[in-house]
């Protein structure tokens, strides 16, 4: 699949556009659409048009999140430390360290060397703590983790589309092997779905093209593909994406907040009723709810890397002023356009 345009700007849209949509869900990460669209009614913000503003009295029984304070509309300096972000960046260090045929105990020993324990969450806490207790990859996965279908590895998946624009093949077999060091069955996919659409999203014309790349890099018979391949098919034929997503909860609702089968189907709404508009793909994906950071990054990342830099709006880009705090060691207050640079560096030599 050919790359359409220029590489380096789209491999910039897609940075920015990830740290854009990952800003717009800290608030309300974790909350639930109902909670969200009475915060945002209640600011006269309903639907969101710019970052989430910051009410002197909250309406909703839920605190925001504790990112608040520092990721809320006129309060922003930069991209807030995100593990969202920080395994972007610890992607672009694997594959810099050891190349395209990185392992999974290459993933394993980077983690354990540039991030700190406490850093990670869920899987990567379990697999953390299985490869300090001596176990090697896939036990890493599967000892006592019952997050393994959860987003983490997905969250994880997007730098290795960057690094295979027009490649989704070649994105979802590094997202594997990334993937497994931590997750199993539909945590894998969703990693490797991700990977290889925003690969595809280089090259595509329309978001549906690159959603349908991700789809055919997993199996065909896995609940993912089902609950993609559905949501898919209700945002072609329900015209407003609230319709679709009642279509969604009601299938698959009962996933837990933080599952990778929910909030796979989410980003899919934000890209397909976003109409190729960025601040309307992002607003969607994060006011579905759940892991609004993860859902709101996976979303503008894909677009950012179909729409490239020079098209996304100031309103989203200006407020990240450059620069991304993270606690993966040596990467605190990166420039993104450096991460852009480096990544480019990688993405043009297959």
């Not at 839920?62 to 304070?69: D, I, K």
């Not at 969703?190 to 549906?208: D, N």
């Not at 690159?210 to 890099?217: D, K, N, P, S, V």
């Not at 709006?313 to 993966?328: G, M, Q, Y």
Request: hydrophobic residues 45%; contains cysteine.
């Amino acid at each position: 699949m050919p790359v359409r345009g220029d590489l380096a700007d789209k491999i910039l849209g897609a940075w920015q556009g990830r740290c854009a949509g990952c800003l717009l869900g800290k608030p309300v990460e974790g909350w639930p659409r109902e909670a969200i669209v009475a915060y945002l009614q209640a600011a006269g913000e309903y639907h969101l048009r710019a970052y989430v503003p910051l009410l002197a009295q909250n309406p909703v029984s839920r605190p925001l999140h504790r990112s608040a304070p520092e990721a809320t509309r006129g309060h922003i300096a930069c991209m807030p430390r995100d593990d969202d972000i920080d395994y972007t960046i610890l992607g672009l260090s694997i594959v810099e360290r050891y190349g395209r045929t990185f392992t999974t105990a290459d993933v394993g020993a980077t983690l354990l060397e540039l991030l700190p324990f406490r850093a990670v969450f869920t899987a990567e806490r379990a697999a953390y703590r299985n490869l300090v207790n001596g176990l090697a990859p896939p036990q890493t996965a599967l000892h006592r983790n019952p997050y393994r279908e959860w987003i983490g590895a997905e969250i994880r998946a997007d730098i290795f589309g960057y690094l295979s624009p027009g490649r989704p093949a070649d994105a979802a077999a590094l997202a594997y092997r990334d993937a497994a060091l931590s997750h199993d069955k539909n945590g894998i996919y969703a990693a490797m779905w991700a990977a290889a659409a925003i690969a595809a999203a280089f090259g595509a014309a329309a978001p549906a093209d690159a959603i349908q790349a991700g789809l055919a890099e997993i199996p065909a018979s896995s609940r993912l593909h089902e609950a993609l391949a559905r949501t898919l098919d209700w945002s072609q034929c329900l015209p407003r994406w609230e319709q679709a997503f009642d279509a969604v909860w009601e299938a698959y609702g009962h996933y837990h907040t933080v599952h990778a089968i929910n909030n796979s189907c989410f980003v899919v709404l934000g890209l397909q009723y976003g109409r190729m508009d960025f601040g309307q793909t992002i607003a969607i994906a994060v006011e579905c709810g759940q892991d609004t950071d993860c859902t709101g990054a996976t979303a503008g990342s894909l677009l950012g890397a179909m729409l490239g830099a020079r098209a996304l709006a100031a309103v989203w880009i200006d407020p990240l002023r450059d620069r991304v705090r993270s606690l993966v060691a040596g990467a605190d207050n990166a420039s993104i356009r450096e991460l852009a640079a480096r990544t480019y560096r990688l993405a043009a030599v297959p």
